[in-house]
């Protein structure tokens, strides 16, 4: 098996232009995405996390070419795809797939769960009826429903069930790499564990990588390997999954994982509080966007977009403070590292 990674994203960006016409100008640029690059190995499952609106979903449909980049390069198994026409982009619509995140509007209503399940294998597969319903069946099987539900409509399920004829669907061409979209924030919290849990045992059983994008670190943490922090447009922090649970460096990344409610009830932290709304993105603030609620922000801050920087094997921080050397403590105090 080859040793490069299955996915690469390099500098990638995306602008939707506001207003203007076909001769005018747009009057406005809402940048969603702002050089956003990292890898995803194969069998990796990687998270994408971040507050709504900074940019995530942007991504994950920009894997998928539902939206074309404004600039960057998006690599799959080696092959550059962003700019390929769509006779030639059909090989590769069948080895990425997606789970949306609301299981509701993305199922046809008026569709049986067959037609559901064997719509990607009729566009894709050359396999007659009978052999599209087998696979329908197995398929369903494995994600815990019945034989005997292929002839039922979405509405007789319930919203966990409809997630997982969601993931049935996704699995029907035998994908590499599922781009996963809040695939359970929508679910009760009960539910949101069944749905996590048959995801990893999926992912071991059909040889997937995952990108997962969600807004909760907690469940992003259970399934990820490697995590990749979103801000406005940006990759801020990127870090295997278990240094976000004990060493996480970027003010924002200890904001978001403050908001994670802890198990046990003996254990006390403070929250680490972020001042202010987030930016317009139609208007972004110079330097780093996070500056404006930032307590540790410095003037160069205000003045510089910071660059990526390793700060250890596998963990990269955009931020000022890191890269000048001081650690940011638990409570979002900058001191002075060790030497």
């Known amino acids: 098996m080859s040793d490069r990674p299955l996915l690469e994203l390099h500098d990638l960006v995306k602008h939707f232009p506001?207003?203007?016409?076909?001769?005018s100008q747009p009057r406005a640029l809402v940048r969603a995405v702002e050089g956003i690059s990292f890898t995803v190995a194969r069998g990796e499952s990687f998270g994408l996390v971040g507050e709504s609106g900074c940019g995530k979903?942007?991504?994950?449909?920009?894997?998928?070419?539902?939206?074309?980049?404004?600039?960057?390069r998006v690599v799959?198994?080696?092959?550059?795809?962003?700019?390929?026409?769509?006779?030639?982009?059909?090989?590769?619509?069948?080895?990425?797939?997606?789970?949306?995140?609301d299981p509701y509007s993305c199922l046809d209503p008026r569709l049986r769960v067959e037609a559901i399940v064997t719509e990607p294998l009729s566009a894709f597969a050359?396999?007659?009826?009978?052999?599209?319903?087998e696979v329908?069946?197995?398929?369903?099987?494995?994600?815990g429903l019945r034989t005997d539900d292929l002839a039922k409509y979405p509405h007789e399920f319930s919203g966990g069930q409809r997630q997982r004829l969601g993931i049935a669907r996704a699995l029907s061409l035998r994908p590499d790499l599922i781009v996963a979209d809040e695939p359970v924030s929508a679910l009760?919290?009960?539910?949101?564990?069944?749905?996590?849990?048959?995801?990893?045992?999926?992912k071991e059983e059909f040889h997937l990588s995952y990108v997962f994008?969600?807004?909760?670190?907690?469940?992003?943490?259970?399934?990820?390997?490697?995590?990749?922090?979103?801000?406005?447009g940006r990759l801020v922090e990127l870090a295997p999954s278990d240094i976000f649970a004990g060493a996480p460096l970027h003010p924002y990344t200890k904001t978001l994982l403050s908001a994670v409610p802890f198990p046990d009830p003996r254990q006390k932290r403070r929250p680490v509080m972020m001042e202010g709304d987030a930016?317009?993105?139609?208007?972004?603030?110079?330097?780093?966007?996070?500056?404006?609620?930032?307590?540790e922000a410095g003037d160069i801050c205000r003045r510089q977009v910071p660059a990526p920087s390793i700060v250890a094997d596998g963990h990269m921080v955009a931020c000022h403070a890191v890269r000048a050397g001081r650690e940011i403590g638990p409570e979002g105090v900058a001191q002075e590292s060790p030497r």
């Open 18 to 23: 506001l207003g203007g016409g076909l001769v």
């Open 57 to 72: 979903t942007t991504v994950g449909r920009l894997i998928l070419r539902l939206i074309e980049p404004t600039r960057g």
């Open 76 to 101: 799959f198994d080696g092959q550059e795809i962003q700019h390929l026409d769509r006779r030639r982009m059909r090989p590769f619509r069948r080895r990425i797939q997606m789970i949306f995140q």
């Open 126 to 133: 050359r396999l007659d009826k009978a052999k599209r319903r």
């Open 136 to 143: 329908a069946a197995g398929l369903l099987e494995k994600v």
């Open 188 to 202: 009760d919290v009960s539910i949101q564990a069944q749905v996590i849990n048959l995801m990893g045992d999926l």
């Open 213 to 232: 994008i969600s807004h909760d670190l907690s469940v992003v943490e259970h399934i990820c390997e490697r995590i990749g922090v979103m801000y406005l």
């Open 279 to 295: 930016p317009n993105p139609l208007a972004p603030p110079p330097g780093c966007a996070f500056h404006p609620r930032c307590v």
